[in-house]
Structures are given as structure tokens and as C-alpha cells.
């Protein structure tokens, strides 16, 4: 797909300042949204799958939404092995109340293997970590168009999509950033599994 030079051009430099900017070595936390299900989500994280979070949630004024009232909901799946994190704006009609998610699945899974090269035949390609280069496909400029923009990349035998509303462009590319920057999670059994089992 044909983009100017100079979109191109604008699509990288936030990215290649943030880099800039990022020192190694540095551990944050999830964003604040994700702290209180942080045992929810590393207890249900299938065996084998590392999460990554954004360590800041940036959303655009416009959307009005208190990020302190969002919905946060876990999909694992054991077989084959994945992962979502997905942010509701309301507890009622989840599927019109998305706002967006967070994904991860083993690289050797064939279907996202296949949305992965998706990416990397349709989307513009931004590099998000030494070695880990992330693919944007715009929602609506696909064929047909789609109201939500998808980052994808592999990582450390992992694959992780982000998903949020085109609208949201320049802040998941931010938040692909920070989640390939960030310090993956894995499963951990609960306390109470731990006492109740152990």
C-alpha cells in the first residue's frame, strides 16, 4: 500500500523520539487502570505466554472517557494458547462498549501467524525496541474499511496485537512502544490458590 514520503515521515518520528527517550533497563508498572486485576490477569495467563501492558494508558480528550471508570475483562484461552485484555466503557452491551485491547499469542500459532504477515504485507512498518519492528494497519483505510486501527509485532517467540479506535492512531503507536518496552508478565498462581490448594 502506497503512502507518502512525508506521512511516513510523521509516523516515525514519535516513535523514534520516544526510543530516544526511553532508557534502558528502566522497569515501570502496567498503567494504573491495570494495577487492581494484575493477580486476575497473571493468574488466568495461560501457562508459557508472556503479557506486555502500556505503562501509561493515553487515550484522546475527545472520547470524554474516565479512565478510572473503565472495565477491564480477561479472555484466556488455553488451546490454542492466547491471551486478551480488553477495556469496556461500560458493563452493559460489552460489544459496543469496547474501547480496545491487548493481545498475546505463541508465535507458532497459525492464525496469528497469518494476521502478523497481514501486517507486514498492508501495514507501515514503525520500529518499536532494538530488533522489534511493529506493523500499523489503519482500519479505515482497508477495503472494506474498519473503524479500528491494529499494531501487531513478534517478540521474544510471542506475538502482540493492540487494537483501539483509528481515531486513537498516534496513541497506540505510543502504546506499542511502551509494551515492547515493558516488562512482560507471566502466570503466577494466586495467594488464595496457594492456601486453598497448597
Given amino acids: 500500500m502506497f503512502y507518502p514520503i512525508w506521512r511516513r515521515c510523521l509516523l516515525a518520528i514519535p516513535v523514534v523520539l ?3 527517550g526511553s532508557p534502558a533497563g528502566v522497569v515501570a508498572r502496567p498503567a494504573s487502570v491495570f494495577v487492581p486485576h494484575l ?3 497473571q493468574s488466568n495467563l495461560p501457562v508459557g505466554l508472556a503479557m506486555r501492558l502500556p ?8 472520547l470524554d472517557i474516565d ?3 473503565l472495565v477491564v475483562r480477561v479472555f484466556p484461552s488455553e488451546t490454542p494458547p492466547s491471551f486478551t ?8 452491551s460489552p ?8 493481545a498475546v499469542a505463541r508465535q507458532d500459532f497459525p492464525s496469528a501467524q497469518r494476521d502478523l504477515q497481514r501486517h507486514q504485507t498492508l501495514g507501515d512498518r514503525i520500529t518499536l525496541a532494538p530488533n522489534v519492528e511493529g506493523y500499523l494497519i489503519e482500519g479505515p483505510l482497508q477495503n472494506p474499511s474498519y ?3 491494529t499494531v ?29 518496552w515493558e516488562q512482560p508478565l507471566y502466570r503466577r498462581v494466586s495467594r488464595r490458590a496457594s492456601i486453598d490448594f497448597g
Fill in 18 to 20: 520516544s526510543i530516544l
Fill in 67 to 69: 479512565k478510572d471508570q
Fill in 55 to 62: 505503562a501509561e494508558l493515553q487515550l484522546n480528550n475527545p
Fill in 152 to 180: 501487531m509485532w513478534e517478540q521474544n517467540d510471542m506475538i502482540y496485537t493492540i487494537s483501539f479506535p483509528a481515531i486513537e492512531r498516534q496513541n497506540i503507536l505510543f502504546m506499542a512502544l511502551s509494551m515492547a
Fill in 85 to 92: 485484555v480488553s477495556l469496556f466503557t461500560c458493563d452493559r
Fill in 95 to 102: 460489544h459496543s462498549c469496547l474501547l480496545g485491547s491487548f
Fill in 39 to 41: 493477580e486476575q490477569i
Fill in 147 to 149: 473503524s479500528f486501527s
